[in-house]
């Protein structure tokens, strides 16, 4: 990791790659907790399709390493077995979009197992996988998902935006004990950020302001974070101070952040790169207006996806998820601008 | 030849599970228990037979169908009743149900509402015990019904292809549902599918408790040494319908009587009274002690207080 060591600055702060901060994590579990492997398609030699666990198998070896056959189903379900019977498993399913294999183990197992044994069970198992749009891979390989986790009682639903995030976040996924679905987002594995050298972790359920502000609150998570603060920057430039919020995890929901944030500016504008129908964003804002209703200036503005697969043409997939210009646009709406 | 505390212990489950069937479906008549209930009236002697082969530190992974793999791994039946009655003194809580009972002290990861599932699960015990390199070995229960869902063939050459300690007890008996086997596979001796992943499989009477203990030994045996996983195949009947509610109508008279008549619980009791040399005088105090331990099960149960719900609602506010 000589790379790293050359970038790391004088306070032991280093530039990382989002898909390195997240190697990290898990090179530091699995020394941490001999119970914590990792399994899924190509993750060995190979290293993962996104490079995220690149070298782990040098240093722990093919059984805490597993590379799977493309049996998604029964690997998953390998995966909240293990960890009932005292492991702490971490799946890799490549794309979010083949996660519909696994939906039974994760939705009627995984979930279930703790309340349906009465509390005497756990599944402290972490689904890392990887979803979004923007690399022209089309309808089954793009999804944003998360809304189908989110609707399930029993997961934690983790989207970090940063490295730094990615990090802290993977770390706590790994220790908590209950099943965490962790979504990474294909654009950002080699977006780079400044990662700490001594250990931290990150709490789940906690967000986090990315960028402070006055004039109106924009919720946002995963690859649609990095896009609302380039948004901000360029609203900023008309005068128009956005507070910016990133979520980090969906569940459990910080709802005190956005409420805290929305009393302030009065102005809430939710971006999610997901489709606009039954998404996460709908359930922030009925929260919001339930809450705070009375601090509320303006009609809440939701930019999400169009409620379509994604397309492979490279426009038509640009026009079919938030860019820059529409968080921008929905502001100016929300301020009546 | 097996010793009468042998053959006494494997009868006590047996007959445990034949009282603690017939005792619930009096229940469920009496519009105590609701829900779907599975009863596995009929096919006694697999889980008596498998369990008796098993260690304490070993698992078992059930079905919807479970009740029997509870108590041959040693469930306690008060904790049992009272789940089946939704109460707060149940295995679970209340939160439960017959469908989803499971006992971590005993090793038994639990009962499954979804054909199949526990397979994959089951495997991912075997998997974990060999990461830690114990020499622990792990018991799926599923049924022919769950032999044609995907996760059958993915579970099965998982475990092979890791060498896994897992056992793979397929109970068959010859209904998905209502479907009979023959129409459901065009092969309905279902262990001649592992060939193709390289499992050894053996085929085994399951109605006969100590064909399945005896052969489930020998596949133990292979697998703690590291040998990978293997599968059992038990043929059995069902005595009913596919849950209370279903008669069963569409099963063939004769087949139903000549399974009948091989009763595994008269084949248990045939097996204490000859080999264990075991007198109808104690044979009758055992049925006794098994019945009043039944009895005073329910009586827990129906004592016991249902779950509060002012408690449940305040525990999901926080979800």
């Known amino acids: ?337 | 030849m097996y010793s009468l505390e042998f053959l006494e212990q494997l009868y006590r489950t047996i007959y445990t599970i034949r009282i603690f069937e017939t005792e619930c479906i009096r229940l469920y008549r009496q519009g105590l228990i609701i829900g779907y209930f599975h009863p596995y009236l009929g096919e006694e002697a697999i889980a008596t037979g498998v369990c008796a082969a098993l260690r304490p530190d070993d698992y078992i992974v059930s079905t919807h169908r479970g009740h029997g793999h509870c108590i041959a791994r040693g469930g306690e039946l008060p904790k049992m009743v009272a789940e089946v009655l939704g109460r707060e003194a149940g295995y679970c809580r209340g939160r439960g149900g017959s469908m989803h009972i499971a006992d971590i002290s005993t090793g038994n990861i639990g009962a499954n509402g979804i054909v199949g599932a526990g397979i994959p699960i089951g495997v991912g015990a075997g998997l974990g015990i060999h990461i830690r390199g114990g020499d622990q070995v792990v018991a799926v229960f599923f049924s022919d019904g769950a032999c044609n869902n995907g996760v059958f063939a993915e579970s099965l050459n998982l475990a092979a292809i890791w060498d896994l300690p897992v056992v793979f007890v397929l109970e068959n008996n010859q209904y998905a549902v209502s479907s009979p086997i023959e129409e459901m596979s065009r092969v309905p001796d279902l262990h001649k599918r592992t060939e193709g992943y390289g499992v050894p499989a053996y085929l085994v009477d399951g109605n006969d408790v100590l064909a399945v203990y005896e052969k489930t030994s020998e596949a133990i045996g292979a697998c703690r040494k590291g040998k990978g996983p293997v599968l059992i195949e038990a043929k059995t009947y069902r005595h009913g319908g596919h849950h209370v509610n279903d008669p069963g109508l569409y099963m063939p008279k004769d087949r139903l009587e000549y399974y009948k008549a091989r009763d595994p619980v008269k084949l248990a009791r045939e097996y204490l009274m000859q080999q264990g040399q075991c007198s109808e005088q104690h044979l009758a105090a055992i049925e006794q002690q098994v019945q009043e331990a039944m009895e005073q099960a329910v009586e827990f149960a129906k004592n016991s207080p249902e779950p509060s719900v002012e408690a449940f609602v305040k525990e999901v506010e926080r979800n």
């Open chain 1, 1 to 337: 990791m000589s790379e790293k060591e050359s970038t790391s600055g004088p306070c032991g702060i280093r530039q990382l790659k989002y898909r390195e901060a997240l190697n990290e994590a898990l090179r530091e579990e699995m020394r941490r907790d001999e119970s914590v492997f990792v399994i899924g398609g190509g993750i060995g030699q190979r290293g993962g399709s996104y490079k995220v666990t690149v070298g782990l198998l040098d240093e722990f070896g093919p059984r805490r390493i597993i590379d799977a056959p493309i049996s998604e189903a029964s690997f998953t379900g390998a995966g909240v077995g293990a960890a009932i019977t005292g492991m702490r498993p971490v799946v890799e399913i490549l794309f979010i979009d083949f996660t519909s294999l696994i939906i039974d183990q994760i939705v009627n197992q995984a979930a279930k197992y703790r309340f349906m044994s009465g509390g005497k069970g756990r599944v402290p198992m972490v689904l890392r996988t990887q979803g979004g749009s923007g690399n022209g891979l089309a309808a089954q390989h793009s999804q944003s998902l998360e809304a189908w986790y989110y609707h399930v009682p029993g997961l934690k639903v983790v989207m970090p935006s940063t490295p730094y995030d990615a990090k802290g976040l993977l770390k706590s996924a790994i220790r908590d004990d209950d099943p965490v679905i962790f979504i990474e987002h294909k654009l950002l594995y080699l977006t780079e950020g400044p990662v700490p050298q001594d250990e931290y972790t990150i709490e789940l359920g906690v967000g986090d302001i990315k960028h402070r502000g006055s004039d109106v609150t924009i919720v946002a998570w995963s690859n649609m974070v990095p896009r609302t603060l380039a948004a901000a920057r360029k609203l900023a430039q008309e005068g128009i101070e956005a507070e910016v919020i990133d979520l980090r995890t969906l569940v459990p929901l910080d709802k005190e952040v956005i409420l805290d944030s929305v009393r302030k500016t009065e102005h809430l504008v939710i971006v999610q790169e997901a489709v606009r129908r039954g998404g996460v964003a709908s359930d922030i804002a009925s929260i919001v207006q339930a809450e705070a209703f009375d601090f509320l200036d303006a009609p809440i503005e939701i930019v999400a996806g169009k409620n379509t697969p994604i397309p492979f043409n490279v426009h038509l997939e640009t026009a079919a998820v938030p860019q820059e210009a529409d968080i921008a646009s929905a502001v100016r709406r929300v301020l009546h601008l």
